[in-house]
């Protein structure tokens, strides 16, 4: 047994509640009508190649991603385009979308490989594999959706030395890696591969959990076939996914400060990019679905869906059995990180990981009290940083003061908060001041 | 418009809140308050209940009838403040001088500033060291201890505590294994349960360390203060025992005697008047262990941790800009 690693600085550890953690993949059926959002990537938003009263077929091409930073998105279903219109999104803001009505019977834009056959050997090189992810719309899956084919395109003059696959989940509730892991467990290892040969890199190594000894048994079984991929059992602790918690974890390598991975010579990437790049690479198939955790303490069926971007969220909740009648919150993610949503209509996209339902009494915050300075929100920042303070100078629009103290390095993970005996809303103005010296930052330029 | 709850991350919150943490400390000092009723008898509880119950009621008025806003003495924090203030005075102090010492705990030291999370000095020292100062005669004439069960020999005696009188003996020029040799000294067993003279609680240090390592378990206060105050008090008085073991009496005899472990553990680490930051934490119990040491040496008082604690607090807000914790990704990679 390997000794279990994890990163030193703060952390918390929340109840894990992982209760669809038995639960296989099912797939979902299609809905009447699908709304694909055009912004599913971090960066610029697709440009839609469609039009009203088009007819697409399932992966076809109906959105491209023109700035740098930006993706390729494609019909998840078969059918009529609907029009082309505001709809809620996650974020609750009414943004551009692609309304499709589904059609039944499925028919596949040419040449995607839709069979289950695992595709072992990997044919093409690092620029076709590239240009493959980059056209196939292929975007972080862990929650930040950032375009892959970017995050390949190593800078000049850095060198990777190490891939690492992110299968922490360190999110209290969700499963979906979890799931994929132990279900596609050869296809990730093959995606891997295939990034591993896009980055020039020897070493992959993935990060798990040792909460979930299944997959690192699993894998460990499975990577044996694989020359340079290794699993790495993790000290159960959040927020290990975050990237540079989960550098520091694994390499003991610290990111510094404003800056990227690469610097260190690491590339990060979910476990479930690895299986989309898999499905890019060797099946010239695009990203149009992915596992979505149905889950939460009153849901009847906690679940895990294989689920085609664009489906509305009621469609995953009835196939869970139902809204539970005393649900207060419905949050698009985990307890820690996800956005409350408005509406049962917002769809999946390619970041959606998960569907957690909260009763309404878990749902409501406590009312804030005085900070007694007990020093806890520092203590569990995974950052170094001082959460009381800057709430308190972002509260005070002291945001030069704000920058100084380096409030543009909070990762939002919600530990400060989490643990805050006062119930004080400390993250609620460490975003406020980081969108305020944000915008500072960027006047300056 | 939507039936859901919107809000922003996070969605789940830990089990700590105030009351549970005052609650834990309040269970921590229970080791304590027994050895106290154990060696002082009714005079004890006497004593804990008004402290705690003058606290509660200067509180409740001051939030009601002068702020005039939500009364918040079911939090716990008054009680705390009211059994601290019960353990730093002896237990035969009249009733009226420890109401007094209540008013000036709660209402200036702690209400003054806004209370709770605002006051710069531990409130219950603030009023241990009012009442010093304005009766000192009343404040340093300490029962002997006189445990429950032993036979009684003679009724309220008083006498000096193992602090005054290494001071006294130092002052009168004896040496210091004269004094400790001298039958009113407490010897080691005593020293370390607390069958001695002195503030109520500040009796039995195993009973004090006992609660101490209870809050650390349950992460209330950080073991970095303490243990700093203690090494530091160790240490130096140490340095000077080695220099002069005629005039320097052993430093594990300062680490059992007086206020040490109950202002280490308890008084210091009032998370109010403590620093935030690791590094700070060190800083402050250093210094705190540093003015101890001196005043009891070369000061005018045998005792110095009420006093060493509350210049140590008025140094809290420069020790926090000054000493910030070690932010992630600031040191230098080698690659």
New interface residues.
Partial sequence: MIALKTFKKGGVHPEENKLSADASIQKLSFPKQAIVPLGQNLGAPSKPLVKRGDEVKTGQLIAKGESFISANLHAPFTGKVLKIDDAIDSSGYRRPAIFIDVQEDEQWEEGIDTSETIVREIKADKQTIIDQIKNCGVVGLGGATFPTHVKLTIPEGKKADYLIINGVECEPYLTSDHRLMLEKGEEMLIGIKILMKALEVEKAIIGIENNKPDAINHLNELTKQYVGISIQPLKVKYPQGGEKQLIKAIVNREVPSGKLPIEVGCVVSNVGTAVAVYDAVQKNKPLIERVVTVTGKAVKKPSNFLVRVGTPIQLLIDAAEGLPENTGKIINGGPMMGKAITSLDVPVVKGSSGILLMKRDESQRNSPQTCIRCSKCTMVCPMGLEPYLLAKLAKLSLYERAENEKIMDCIECGSCQFTCPSYLPLLDFLRLGKNKVGQLIRSRK | ??Q???????????E???K??MYTVVLALIPAILVSIYFFGIDAVRVLLIAVISCLFFEWVIQKYLIKGPV?IT?G?AVVTGLLLAFNVPSNLPWWILVIGALVTIGIGKMSFG????NPFNPALVGRVFMLISFPVQMTSWPVAKPLFAESITDAITGPTALGLLKEGLDAGKTVDQILADPSMPDYLDRLTGNMGGSLGEMSAIALILGGLYMVWR?VI?WQVPFSIILTVFIFAGIFHLIDPTYYVVPSFHLFTGGLMLGAIYMATD????????SGKWIYGIGIGLITIIIRMWGAYPEGVSFAILIMNAFVPLINNSF????????A?K?
């Avoid at chain 2, 859901?4 to 830990?14: E, L, R, Y």
């Avoid at chain 2, 998370?271 to 690791?278: C, G, L, Y």
């Avoid at chain 2, 910030?324 to 040191?331: E, L």
């Fill in positions: 418009m939507s859901f709850i919107i809000s922003g991350s996070p969605h789940v919150h830990g700590e809140n105030v549970k943490i918040t939090d924090s209370g709770l999370g605002k992460k950080d998370m109010v008047s403590s620093p935030m930051n690791i910030k914790p070690k932010r992630f990704g600031m040191v990679n690659k």
